[in-house]
């Protein structure tokens, strides 16, 4: 056994290494394209549509997808999980391009907006909306940072029993920040296409190990193996996981499949990727790569998720759901050879470059967000000259915080990522759709939209408290309880806020047709 583990441990080092090198690599090459801050925010406006697509899918799928995500819906639901990939591919990326991409890409152009709070500014010439949607940003989406590293501890702890969590925690963020401080939007990028490339390995390399275990039974037998699993006390039975709409938890699976797919639509890390794009012809050709990539990754892990059960033999590992994915592969990969040792190292260097990814992007959107948007507008005195060395700056600053967030565990800020990703979405979904759609969207329509939006879940958040408060012993705890709400929350706060923007544009004060030409106006290259 200790022969087994040590041959593991060794391929896996040297997988580590080889991705390391690469990565570095990557942001040595990077870093002559951004010279400028429209370089290395945006990879000076000309990333084709592989990259593109990539970059786009890679900082949907973290490795909280996998490891949380899947292994929680494919455990507690089953089969019916594989919506939420599904939905994320057709709603979170086919239609999240379709609709907005074009427009966005001709919008920021004109407006030469380099951030999301940018955009707020020149749309709807309102300095205090860019200030406003900079600290948005920052209050909740470094904190939701610290998330991404959550994936990986029960994963590398069980190939590394002697090394502790937070020295992967340490990995990500050292190797995070070479790349992304070298290399900016343009490092990000390309990094996601190689991690996207293992990605697609990994996740047929998931599959094919989930499928061959013993206990599935193959493609042939999985189904009719999974519909005979009986109550281990959790009431959960073989009918529920083999339950195509989601049995008990259909509404449950509906809302996640909503905010995970539409939440993409208002987050500026996501958005960004649309500014940053070459030109309309790679729009189309981003549209569809990104899909099928999102179907494959999306579909592979809750499916993987979804059989868990019968590798696991029907038995909750200790570590609870979010130990479900690493024992699962680490059972059906436990057959001692080369290569069963190289799959699951590959899968390994999987969930540590969909941390890589999404830290780095949401990192390059909250300094940005102080840099670029929150300062200039505060300090009139400030001159830009030393702007970049400022962004470059804070990336190494929120890299640290993140990884402080993590290993410190601290309460407030654990909890403030339950809210994150609904609050960020809710704000911004209304404001940012309806304004480059409708030029009947108004400055009090937009405001309303990022308010309404706000308060939708810091309200309900806090008369759910309050209700809670008596059957708990303080109001933390009753708190706590409340946040297990965020997601139905955040879905609330994204349909709010679209709802109220053009109703309240439609009793406000329109802007002129001159200013409204000049925000309007097409690219060179616009179909």
């Known amino acids: 056994m200790e022969q087994n583990l040590h041959q593991t441990q060794t391929v896996t080092v040297i997988a580590l290494i080889i991705f390391a090198l690469i990565m570095i690599a990557i942001g040595i090459f990077s870093a002559r394209k951004t010279k400028t801050m429209d370089g290395f925010l945006l990879g000076g406006r000309k990333i084709g549509a592989w990259v ?9 799928f973290s490795a909280v997808i996998f490891v949380g995500y899947a292994g929680q819906h494919g455990w507690n639901i089953g089969l019916g999980s594989i919506w939420i990939g599904i939905g994320n591919a057709i709603f979170g990326c086919l239609l999240a391009w379709m609709l907005l991409a074009k427009r966005t890409r001709t919008m920021t152009h004109t407006l030469k907006s380099k951030t999301m709070p940018e955009f707020f500014e020149g749309r709807f010439n309102s300095t205090k909306m860019k200030v406003f949607a900079a600290i948005i940003i920052f209050v909740f989406l470094v904190p939701y940072s610290a998330a991404v590293y959550k994936g990986l501890g029960s994963m590398f702890t069980t190939i590394f029993p002697t090394v502790s969590v937070n020295t992967w925690m340490l990995v990500i963020a050292v190797l995070t920040a070479i790349y992304l401080v070298l290399g900016g939007y343009v490092a990000t990028a390309y990094t996601d296409f190689v991690q996207g490339i293992i990605m697609i390995v990994g996740v047929f390399a998931m599959v094919v190990a989930i499928v061959k275990n013993p206990n599935v039974g193959g493609f042939s037998h999985f189904f009719s193996n999974l519909a005979s699993v009986a109550d281990n006390g959790d009431k959960i039975t073989g009918a529920q996981l083999t339950s195509w709409y989601g049995g008990a938890n259909w509404k449950f699976l509906c809302v996640n499949i909503l905010l995970t797919s539409f939440g993409t639509w208002g987050l500026p890390q996501m958005v960004s990727k649309y ?30 998720g979804s059989l868990s059960r019968l590798v696991l033999n029907n038995r909750l590992p200790e570590g609870g759901v979010d130990a479900v994915i690493p024992n699962t592969l680490l059972t059906a990969l436990g057959d001692p050879n080369i290569v069963t040792t190289i799959i699951l190292a590959v899968i390994l260097i999987l969930l540590l470059s969909a941390s890589m990814s999404t830290l780095s992007s949401i990192v390059l959107s909250s300094a940005s967000a102080i840099s670029v948007d929150l300062i200039p507008a505060v300090n009139k005195n400030y001159s830009g000259k030393n702007q970049m060395i400022l962004t470059r700056a804070l990336c190494l600053l929120f890299v640290a915080l993140s990884y402080i967030f993590a290993t410190g565990n601290i309460t407030i800020i654990v909890n403030i990522m339950s809210f994150s990703w609904g609050i960020v979405s809710g704000c911004f979904i209304g404001p940012y759709i309806w304004g480059i759609y409708s030029k009947k969207t108004t400055k009090a329509g937009a405001w309303a939209g990022m308010i309404l939006g706000f308060l939708t879940v810091a309200v309900t958040t806090i008369v759910l408290t309050s209700m809670n408060n008596a059957s708990c012993d303080t109001v933390y705890e009753a708190f706590k309880l409340a946040a297990k709400k965020a997601p139905e929350m955040g879905v609330a706060a994204m349909a709010v806020s679209l709802a109220t923007v053009p109703v309240v544009s439609m009793f406000t004060k329109k802007y002129d047709d001159k200013f409204l030409d000049g925000v309007f106006a097409k690219t060179a290259d616009e179909d």
């Open 52 to 60: 593109s697509a990539f970059a786009y899918v890679r900082h949907i």
């Open 275 to 304: 500014y940053a794009v070459k030109d309309i012809k790679s729009i189309h050709k981003a549209t569809v790569i990104s899909t099928v990539f999102a179907l494959i990754i999306g579909a592979g892990a809750y499916f993987v």
